[in-house]
């Protein structure tokens, strides 16, 4: 995988459910907040075709535009507890459309040797006005560009595929 | 589609997030909701084997055993703005496995007429010492029998697969 | 206490901490949810000085305000546990100043037998581009008039007053 | 004050209400966090009267003990915006009862020159299975009074009190 972006997240006591895990539900704004940082911080290798390596992803957005999400999917692997030090969200890039694009991540410990979750989502970019999408600018395909990776390594979601496709 | 409860949830003002629309992440929180309002309330119609319409699915299930997700897919459609008024999410079984089962749903207007997501599920019951999984009981899977349905009608999902089948 | 409205509200189950108890932080939503079903429902009796009874309190203060919370105080007093039928908030209002006002409410079951918690806030209108304050206008000081009844009955804090009383 | 302990707490995109800043519910949510980190990190300098460094104030309590809180006062001096830095919770003891303590807060910048808002709460040692009160042990005790600071300097409730005195 060539460029993977890891993020730190600090757990919160109320992420944690009656279960004493935490809830499925807040690895989902898990993933929110590392697509936030991703996009909140200067671009720096990621900038190209106009684009400045001060500029945010979010800048080169800009005000007029939303960036939503179309669709998620996330598998779960193993339980996280609450802790004081963070968990790490691995977030890269695994395609980038006209108007879309889409993100693969892992909710993981620093060196990838426990992984507690795999995603993806599918972004769109919209008019606030009209929630039309919006073709993508250069600079802003260079930057996603420079942070694709592979697939997500999703093990449910294969086993189905393989046997939807055994049954034709 | 046979049998599809519908669950009515109450919007929450710190459901909307800074773009004015009910975020993303909350989604997921109304299908748990669903879920759970589903498995606490009296089987009813849905008891057999063993259980009475009194007894809840989570009565079932029991203090021993957690029904954990594995899995989440959801379709974000159309966005969804505060109202003092409930939101409905429809929730079905898609489904029933050995030791495992699947939710479909929708979130909705009462009447259907607008949908704003589609979402599934992957369910497991697991021991909560050991973590393994455990098999539903005649009366559990006799009650997720009678609340199937029609496989979750994804849009994006489906173009997906199609353009997979067609790559063959 | 005259006149005082019930709020209806639905646990959810990421409420619950790992206490196995609604989580304390989540109190404040529910208040802040009982004053947004208070202010966005047709003021019906507590229409006058210019206001209809269709209109509700939130159309009367209008898009260019904020209503602003400045400051809470909440007493938990018996834990609340997760269930499929709803928590009441009985919400009123304590005091009517110049731009400000605070609410008084109690997290209870619906014949007010068992509180859960007792709570005020107080809340300013202020303008969103200046951030100054704002006169509350008649027809809003009539509704807020309306809704008033008692001090909040805190336990704790009346202690501590009377200490302090007794110190000098 | 003599002891301030300052917590970085991440701002998450799901913090920011409609109104573009951070929700005045989830200020509660920092405070929690900051009790948390503070209590489930090695003692160090607050260690004595039988506990070492390595222990945490959590381990202190021990399993079978809960921390409630009783009791929340919170000030909103000013609104508080997203950004991918941290925020900081400075906490820190105002006093030590038989069974009970208070936290004193600031929501701050680092350096301290703006304050985002200020807050108390008082917090019960209770059994987990009778659910009454049991009384801190000296090496508790002793931890929180190496905490300890000066009394919450809130500016509304100041005024209230005197108002409430100069009426006598």
Redesign the interface.
Known sequence: MATVIQIP??I???D?????HV???VY??YL??AR??LT??ALADAAGAGAEPHHSFYELVGPEL?I?????????LL?LQ???TPVFVNIWVTKVGGSSFEFGYSVAEADGGTIYALAAT?MVLVNRSTGRPVRLTDAQRHALETWSGDPVPFR??AAA?TA??GA?
Chains 1, 2, 3, 4 share one sequence.
């Open positions: 997240l600090q919160r006591f109320g944690i459910d009656s279960y004493g809830n499925n539900v989902l704004q929110e907040d936030v940082q909140h911080t939303f939503l999400v179309g669709r998620h999917e996330i598998e779960y339980p609450f802790r004081p599918s449910r979601r595929e939807l496709a034709k």
